[in-house]
Protein backbone atom coordinates (compact mmCIF):
# COMPACT_ATOMS: atom_id res chain seq x y z
CA UNK A 1 0.00 0.00 0.00
CA UNK A 2 2.76 2.49 1.17
CA UNK A 3 4.86 1.71 -2.37
CA UNK A 4 1.20 1.88 -4.44
CA UNK A 5 0.73 5.42 -3.05
CA UNK A 6 4.44 6.82 -3.45
CA UNK A 7 3.99 5.78 -6.86
CA UNK A 8 0.53 7.12 -7.77
CA UNK A 9 1.34 10.64 -5.62
CA UNK A 10 4.66 11.02 -7.76
CA UNK A 11 2.77 9.59 -11.01
CA UNK A 12 -0.10 12.42 -10.02
CA UNK A 13 2.26 15.13 -9.50
CA UNK A 14 4.23 14.57 -12.80
CA UNK A 15 1.20 14.46 -14.83
CA UNK A 16 -0.80 17.46 -13.31
CA UNK A 17 2.55 20.07 -12.85
CA UNK A 18 3.36 18.75 -16.60
CA UNK A 19 0.69 18.64 -18.63
CA UNK A 20 1.91 20.95 -21.40
CA UNK A 21 -0.49 23.75 -22.74
CA UNK A 22 -0.76 22.11 -26.38
CA UNK A 23 -0.53 18.55 -25.54
CA UNK A 24 -1.28 15.83 -28.29
CA UNK A 25 -1.66 12.61 -29.33
CA UNK A 26 1.18 10.76 -29.11
CA UNK A 27 -0.32 7.74 -30.88
CA UNK A 28 -3.62 5.90 -31.56
CA UNK A 29 -4.68 2.09 -30.45
CA UNK A 30 -7.99 0.56 -31.01
CA UNK A 31 -9.67 3.15 -33.14
CA UNK A 32 -8.59 6.58 -34.44
CA UNK A 33 -10.53 8.27 -30.78
CA UNK A 34 -8.35 5.61 -28.55
CA UNK A 35 -5.99 7.78 -28.20
CA UNK A 36 -2.54 8.13 -26.01
CA UNK A 37 -0.28 10.73 -25.12
CA UNK A 38 3.16 11.14 -24.47
CA UNK A 39 2.65 11.42 -20.51
CA UNK A 40 0.37 8.35 -20.51
CA UNK A 41 3.77 6.53 -21.44
CA UNK A 42 6.00 8.53 -19.45
CA UNK A 43 3.70 8.02 -16.57
CA UNK A 44 3.64 4.24 -17.00
CA UNK A 45 7.25 3.94 -17.18
CA UNK A 46 8.26 6.17 -14.20
CA UNK A 47 5.58 4.39 -12.14
CA UNK A 48 6.73 1.30 -13.03
CA UNK A 49 10.57 2.12 -12.73
CA UNK A 50 9.44 2.81 -8.85
CA UNK A 51 8.04 0.14 -8.05
CA UNK A 52 10.79 -1.87 -9.75
CA UNK A 53 13.45 -0.26 -7.78
CA UNK A 54 11.83 -1.30 -4.89
CA UNK A 55 10.15 -4.98 -6.00
CA UNK A 56 12.67 -6.47 -8.34
CA UNK A 57 10.84 -9.72 -8.50
CA UNK A 58 7.24 -8.27 -9.05
CA UNK A 59 5.32 -8.50 -12.01
CA UNK A 60 3.76 -6.08 -14.19
CA UNK A 61 0.60 -5.15 -16.11
CA UNK A 62 0.22 -1.86 -17.53
CA UNK A 63 -1.98 -0.15 -20.51
CA UNK A 64 0.86 1.28 -22.23
CA UNK A 65 2.17 -2.49 -22.40
CA UNK A 66 4.31 -2.92 -19.33
CA UNK A 67 4.04 -6.77 -19.43
CA UNK A 68 7.00 -8.82 -16.80
CA UNK A 69 5.99 -11.53 -15.51
CA UNK A 70 7.88 -11.83 -12.37
CA UNK A 71 8.66 -14.38 -9.81
CA UNK A 72 7.71 -13.19 -6.56
CA UNK A 73 3.48 -14.10 -6.95
CA UNK A 74 2.35 -10.01 -6.80
CA UNK A 75 1.73 -8.84 -9.99
CA UNK A 76 1.20 -4.85 -10.28
CA UNK A 77 -1.97 -3.69 -12.66
CA UNK A 78 -1.75 -0.03 -13.62
CA UNK A 79 -3.30 2.50 -15.49
CA UNK A 80 -0.77 5.63 -16.11
CA UNK A 81 -4.10 7.95 -16.77
CA UNK A 82 -7.37 6.33 -16.66
CA UNK A 83 -9.53 9.21 -18.14
CA UNK A 84 -6.93 10.00 -21.12
CA UNK A 85 -9.42 11.85 -23.41
CA UNK A 86 -10.53 14.06 -20.09
CA UNK A 87 -6.78 14.81 -19.21
CA UNK A 88 -6.19 15.74 -23.31
CA UNK A 89 -9.18 18.02 -23.06
CA UNK A 90 -8.26 19.89 -19.73
CA UNK A 91 -10.77 18.35 -17.77
CA UNK A 92 -10.39 17.08 -14.07
CA UNK A 93 -11.52 13.33 -13.95
CA UNK A 94 -8.85 11.81 -14.83
CA UNK A 95 -6.60 9.38 -12.26
CA UNK A 96 -4.03 7.14 -11.32
CA UNK A 97 -4.72 3.61 -10.72
CA UNK A 98 -2.65 1.03 -9.63
CA UNK A 99 -3.65 -2.61 -7.85
CA UNK A 100 -1.26 -5.40 -6.60
CA UNK A 101 -2.38 -8.65 -7.38
CA UNK A 102 -1.64 -12.35 -5.60
CA UNK A 103 -1.61 -15.31 -7.63
CA UNK A 104 -0.74 -14.92 -11.06
CA UNK A 105 -3.12 -13.18 -13.72
CA UNK A 106 -6.82 -14.67 -11.85
CA UNK A 107 -5.02 -13.79 -8.59
CA UNK A 108 -6.84 -12.01 -5.81
CA UNK A 109 -6.72 -7.92 -5.42
CA UNK A 110 -5.02 -7.05 -2.30
CA UNK A 111 -4.45 -3.74 -2.65
CA UNK A 112 -5.89 -0.63 -4.76
CA UNK A 113 -5.27 3.19 -5.27
CA UNK A 114 -6.43 5.57 -7.46
CA UNK A 115 -5.69 9.12 -7.02
CA UNK A 116 -7.18 11.93 -8.77
CA UNK A 117 -4.92 14.87 -8.17
CA UNK A 118 -7.43 17.64 -9.80
CA UNK A 119 -10.30 15.91 -7.28
CA UNK A 120 -7.22 16.29 -4.54
CA UNK A 121 -9.01 13.13 -3.84
CA UNK A 122 -6.54 9.58 -3.13
CA UNK A 123 -8.95 6.24 -2.64
CA UNK A 124 -7.61 3.35 -1.55
CA UNK A 125 -8.50 -0.10 -0.14
CA UNK A 126 -6.62 -3.06 1.38
CA UNK A 127 -8.39 -6.85 0.77
CA UNK A 128 -10.40 -6.85 3.80
CA UNK A 129 -9.33 -3.72 6.01
CA UNK A 130 -12.26 -1.36 4.60
CA UNK A 131 -12.25 1.72 1.37
CA UNK A 132 -10.58 4.83 2.28
CA UNK A 133 -10.74 8.29 0.58
CA UNK A 134 -7.90 10.82 1.56
CA UNK A 135 -8.53 9.54 5.94
CA UNK A 136 -12.34 9.07 5.68
CA UNK A 137 -13.55 5.38 5.54
CA UNK A 138 -16.37 5.00 2.27
CA UNK A 139 -19.35 3.47 2.16
CA UNK A 140 -21.76 2.67 -0.33
CA UNK A 141 -25.19 4.72 -0.77
CA UNK A 142 -28.25 2.27 0.51
CA UNK A 143 -29.52 0.89 -2.64
CA UNK A 144 -32.85 3.17 -3.65
CA UNK A 145 -35.61 1.36 -5.80
CA UNK A 146 -34.63 0.92 -9.27
CA UNK A 147 -36.05 3.81 -10.96
CA UNK A 148 -34.51 6.08 -8.28
CA UNK A 149 -31.06 4.83 -8.95
CA UNK A 150 -28.40 7.02 -10.54
CA UNK A 151 -26.38 5.01 -12.82
CA UNK A 152 -23.04 5.86 -13.89
CA UNK A 153 -21.67 3.88 -17.58
CA UNK A 154 -18.91 4.22 -20.14
CA UNK A 155 -18.27 3.61 -24.01
CA UNK A 156 -15.72 2.02 -25.57
CA UNK A 157 -13.71 3.25 -28.27
CA UNK A 158 -14.56 1.15 -31.21
CA UNK A 159 -18.19 2.14 -33.35
CA UNK A 160 -19.99 -0.73 -33.53
CA UNK A 161 -19.40 -1.49 -29.75
CA UNK A 162 -20.97 2.57 -29.00
CA UNK A 163 -24.02 1.65 -31.08
CA UNK A 164 -25.15 -0.91 -29.02
CA UNK A 165 -23.92 0.70 -25.68
CA UNK A 166 -26.29 3.27 -26.54
CA UNK A 167 -29.05 1.24 -27.51
CA UNK A 168 -28.66 -0.35 -24.50
CA UNK A 169 -28.92 3.51 -22.30
CA UNK A 170 -31.42 4.37 -24.59
CA UNK A 171 -33.80 1.56 -22.66
CA UNK A 172 -32.28 1.93 -19.28
CA UNK A 173 -32.52 5.75 -18.93
CA UNK A 174 -36.94 5.92 -19.01
CA UNK A 175 -36.09 3.23 -16.17
CA UNK A 176 -33.61 5.05 -13.77
CA UNK A 177 -33.16 8.44 -12.10
CA UNK A 178 -30.35 9.51 -14.69
CA UNK A 179 -27.28 8.02 -15.77
CA UNK A 180 -23.75 9.67 -15.68
CA UNK A 181 -20.89 9.41 -18.27
CA UNK A 182 -17.92 10.70 -16.26
CA UNK A 183 -14.74 9.21 -18.53
CA UNK A 184 -12.80 7.40 -16.06
CA UNK A 185 -13.70 4.24 -14.98
CA UNK A 186 -11.51 3.91 -12.06
CA UNK A 187 -13.32 6.71 -10.45
CA UNK A 188 -16.54 5.27 -11.90
CA UNK A 189 -16.02 2.80 -9.33
CA UNK A 190 -15.01 4.58 -6.45
CA UNK A 191 -17.63 7.34 -7.09
CA UNK A 192 -20.25 4.06 -6.13
CA UNK A 193 -17.67 3.21 -3.03
CA UNK A 194 -18.45 7.01 -2.08
CA UNK A 195 -22.13 7.22 -2.67
CA UNK A 196 -21.67 9.64 -5.61
CA UNK A 197 -23.64 7.40 -7.65
CA UNK A 198 -26.22 4.50 -6.98
CA UNK A 199 -24.22 1.90 -9.23
CA UNK A 200 -22.14 1.37 -12.30
CA UNK A 201 -21.89 -0.69 -15.45
CA UNK A 202 -19.39 -1.07 -18.23
CA UNK A 203 -18.69 -3.74 -21.12
CA UNK A 204 -15.39 -3.89 -22.48
CA UNK A 205 -13.60 -2.35 -19.38
CA UNK A 206 -9.55 -3.78 -18.70
CA UNK A 207 -7.79 -5.26 -16.12
CA UNK A 208 -5.92 -1.86 -15.52
CA UNK A 209 -9.50 -0.08 -15.68
CA UNK A 210 -10.82 -2.34 -13.41
CA UNK A 211 -8.54 -4.07 -11.08
CA UNK A 212 -8.25 -0.70 -8.23
CA UNK A 213 -11.75 0.16 -8.56
CA UNK A 214 -12.92 -2.87 -7.47
CA UNK A 215 -11.21 -3.85 -4.15
CA UNK A 216 -12.24 -0.08 -3.22
CA UNK A 217 -15.90 -0.39 -4.48
CA UNK A 218 -15.94 -3.95 -2.71
CA UNK A 219 -14.19 -2.88 0.84
CA UNK A 220 -16.63 0.05 0.63
CA UNK A 221 -19.73 -2.76 0.75
CA UNK A 222 -20.48 -2.92 -3.30
CA UNK A 223 -21.16 -6.14 -4.84
CA UNK A 224 -18.72 -6.17 -8.16
CA UNK A 225 -20.00 -9.04 -10.63
CA UNK A 226 -20.06 -9.60 -14.06
CA UNK A 227 -22.84 -11.03 -16.61
CA UNK A 228 -24.04 -13.82 -14.89
CA UNK A 229 -24.74 -14.54 -11.26
CA UNK A 230 -21.65 -15.61 -9.84
CA UNK A 231 -19.53 -14.37 -12.33
CA UNK A 232 -16.50 -12.05 -11.64
CA UNK A 233 -15.91 -9.06 -13.28
CA UNK A 234 -14.62 -9.11 -16.62
CA UNK A 235 -14.73 -7.26 -20.17
CA UNK A 236 -17.85 -9.06 -20.98
CA UNK A 237 -19.28 -6.66 -18.22
CA UNK A 238 -18.65 -5.08 -14.83
CA UNK A 239 -21.71 -3.65 -12.78
CA UNK A 240 -21.29 -2.57 -9.25
CA UNK A 241 -23.97 -1.58 -6.60
CA UNK A 242 -24.61 -1.94 -3.34
CA UNK A 243 -25.95 -5.37 -2.57
CA UNK A 244 -29.75 -4.82 -3.03
CA UNK A 245 -29.39 -3.26 -6.66
CA UNK A 246 -26.60 -5.41 -7.56
CA UNK A 247 -28.86 -8.24 -8.47
CA UNK A 248 -31.91 -6.30 -10.26
CA UNK A 249 -29.24 -4.04 -11.98
CA UNK A 250 -27.19 -7.13 -13.50
CA UNK A 251 -30.75 -8.77 -14.58
CA UNK A 252 -31.38 -6.27 -16.57
CA UNK A 253 -28.78 -5.60 -17.99
CA UNK A 254 -28.47 -9.23 -19.16
CA UNK A 255 -31.71 -9.21 -20.53
CA UNK A 256 -30.47 -5.85 -22.72
CA UNK A 257 -27.48 -8.18 -23.97
CA UNK A 258 -25.09 -5.16 -22.21
CA UNK A 259 -22.49 -7.68 -22.68
CA UNK A 260 -22.90 -7.88 -26.78
CA UNK A 261 -21.27 -6.03 -29.23
C1 LIG B 1 -11.21 4.52 -20.49
C2 LIG B 1 -12.01 5.18 -19.40
C3 LIG B 1 -13.45 5.33 -19.81
C4 LIG B 1 -14.07 4.01 -20.17
C5 LIG B 1 -13.25 3.30 -21.23
C6 LIG B 1 -11.80 3.17 -20.78
P1 LIG B 1 -8.63 5.28 -20.70
O1 LIG B 1 -9.85 4.34 -20.10
O2 LIG B 1 -11.93 4.44 -18.21
O3 LIG B 1 -14.25 5.89 -18.78
O4 LIG B 1 -15.38 4.23 -20.65
O5 LIG B 1 -13.82 2.01 -21.40
O6 LIG B 1 -11.05 2.56 -21.82
O7 LIG B 1 -8.55 4.97 -22.17
O8 LIG B 1 -9.00 6.68 -20.42
O9 LIG B 1 -7.44 4.81 -19.92
CA1 LIG C 1 -8.13 3.14 -18.57
Not at 1 to 14: I, N, S
Not at 65 to 76: D, I
Not at 153 to 174: K, M, N, S
Request: overall charge negative; some cysteine.
Amino acid sequence: MDLALRAAHQAGVFLRDGRPDDLGVAATKSSAVDVVTEMDIASEKMITGFLAEHRPDDGFLGEEGASVQGSSGVQWVIDPIDGTVNYLYGRPAWAVSIAARVGGADGETVVGVVHAPMQGETFRAALGEGAYVNDRPLKVRPAPPFEQALLGTGFGYLTERRVRQAEVVRQLIPQVRDIRRGGSAAIDLCDVAAGRLDAYYERGLNPWDLAAGDLIAREAGAVVGGRAPGDAPSGDLVVAAPPALFEPLRAKLDALGAWHD
